[in-house]
């Protein structure tokens, strides 16, 4: 990408006391995309966000936001969704948002105006004169993912937006993020969710003992990480091929083939088609996907990695995985 970043973050390290919680973290996020900040607990994405957002200095490294250091009116343009939810549990739906609409630059107008759609589209427009302690944890998620858009942010930051929302309203929140992308946006999220990762992040970078160890397109991650394995479905008998060293059956109608090395998955798939003895709905080279493939990091540099692993290991030596 040419475009001017709206976040760069380079460098970056933090320590707490002895220990170091954020190690020579880089990324940058560009307008128009959702950039995926994964990692497992305790592996440094809060830290980093917390730097982002000016609320703890880095020890070392630079970040800018927005196009320079995070100043008040950077600040306004943002966005934030943080993990501890920061609702007034006493105060009713409507006058919270319209209060931290304000805080945010709008008028109470406007405010007013934008969080009454908002309530309507994510289906809480009964519930607007409700005291946000009584809502459901889904409710008071949906209205905390109002109160970080509702000043139309050019930089959201949302740590674990699909939280405690069923897949209607999941998809409701799922369409907001991606408007905001189509609006040229920048959409910063984490999620242990890593389906919905998958399907909405234009690229990731995962945090893992407080260094980045993966960090490119999601697309490419996952090729990246696939091994000479084919994904085969349909129906008949399936005899070990010519080039196949391994037959694994997953489900009724799905196999998981095992190639040998220099093997052609041409050749394997002309093989099966001319037996006869098996009907192929598809064939196609098998990606592992992001709950795969954090599992693997995980466990690899935790030294963790089973011999029968799908997928390649990655050592705490390793240097970063950019694509």
């Keep these: 990408m040419t475009t001017t970043p709206f976040v760069s973050v380079s460098n970056l390290r933090k320590c707490f006391g002895q220990k170091e919680a954020v190690q020579d973290v880089s990324f940058d996020v560009f307008p128009g995309e959702v950039f995926g900040l994964l990692g497992p607990n305790g592996a440094g994405k809060t830290t980093t966000i917390r730097m982002i957002l000016d609320l703890f200095k880095p020890d070392s ?7 320079g250091p995070l100043t008040q009116a950077r ?4 966005g934030y969704m943080p993990e501890e939810r920061g609702l007034y549990p006493h105060m009713r739906v409507l006058d919270c948002l319209v209060y931290l609409g304000k ?39 949906k209205v905390q993912v109002i109160a970080a858009v509702l000043h139309q942010p050019d930089l959201l930051i949302i740590d674990e937006p699909f939280a405690n929302l069923d897949p209607v309203n999941a998809q409701l929140v799922r369409e907001i993020i991606l408007e905001l992308r189509g609006q040229h946006k920048a959409v910063i999220m984490t999620s242990h969710q890593l389906s919905l990762v998958e399907s909405l992040c ?3 970078a995962m945090i893992h003992q407080g260094r980045v160890v993966l960090n490119g397109p999601v697309a490419g991650v996952r090729r990246q990480f696939a091994r000479n394995i084919l994904h085969l479905s349909g129906s008949g008998q399936l005899d070990l091929l010519p080039g196949v060293s391994h037959i694994e059956r997953r489900t ?7 190639l040998a090395p220099q093997a052609d998955p041409q050749a394997i798939l002309h093989s099966l088609v001319s037996t006869g003895h098996f009907t192929v709905d598809r064939f196609d080279l098998a990606l592992p996907s992001l709950d795969e493939i954090f599992v693997q990091i995980v466990r690899g540099q935790n030294g963790k990695a089973g011999h029968n692993d799908l997928y390649p ?8 995985r950019q694509l």
């Design 61 to 67: 490294g630079r970040i800018e936001v927005l196009g």
């Design 75 to 78: 600040k306004d343009r943002i």
């Design 103 to 141: 805080l945010k630059g709008l008028n109470g107008r406007l405010a007013r105006q934008r969080s009454e759609q908002f309530l309507e589209r994510l289906e809480l427009s009964e519930a607007r004169r409700q005291k946000i302690e009584t809502l459901s944890r889904g409710m008071t998620q």
């Design 202 to 204: 234009d690229r990731i």
């Design 252 to 258: 009724a109608t799905d196999w998981y083939l095992t």
């Design 313 to 320: 290991q990655l050592t705490p030596d390793l240097p970063v």
